[in-house]
Nanobody, 122 residues
């Protein structure tokens, strides 16, 4: 499984961005996809997850109501629509394919994309 994330960039506070993550192949135990982010000097943190089949989503409290995760099964692609961006959203964003365990934990994900940088200026 290879994941290719794209869509990051430099925006101003209040702007929107949409991140994409294209997956080539899917492991048999991969039912969820997740987005994580890592700000400089901080640990990687959960942002959102989605179930490939049912489409159910889960969000971190810090982004709920502003970010929307979606998927296109035909394209094997997941998206993260980020609205109302804040400077504290600045981070490298990673998509990941879940394997086993809670969707909130980094250790539950077996495959990771290369990351895409989102910078939000005030």
């Amino acid at each position: 499984v290879q994941l290719q994330a794209s869509g990051g960039g430099l925006v101003q506070a209040g702007d929107s961005l949409r991140l994409s993550c294209a997956a080539s192949g899917r492991a048999s135990n991969n039912y969820f996809m997740g987005w994580f982010r890592q700000a400089p000097g901080k640990e990687r943190e959960f942002v959102a997850s989605i179930h490939w089949i049912g489409g159910s989503t889960t969000y971190a409290d810090s982004v709920r109501g502003r970010f929307i995760m979606s998927r296109d099964n035909a394209r094997n692609t997941v998206y993260l629509q980020m609205n109302g961006l804040k400077p504290e959203d600045t981070a490298v964003y990673y998509c990941a394919a879940h394997g086993l365990g809670t969707v909130f934990a980094v250790s539950s994900y077996d495959y990771w994309g290369q990351g895409t940088l989102v910078t939000v200026s005030s």
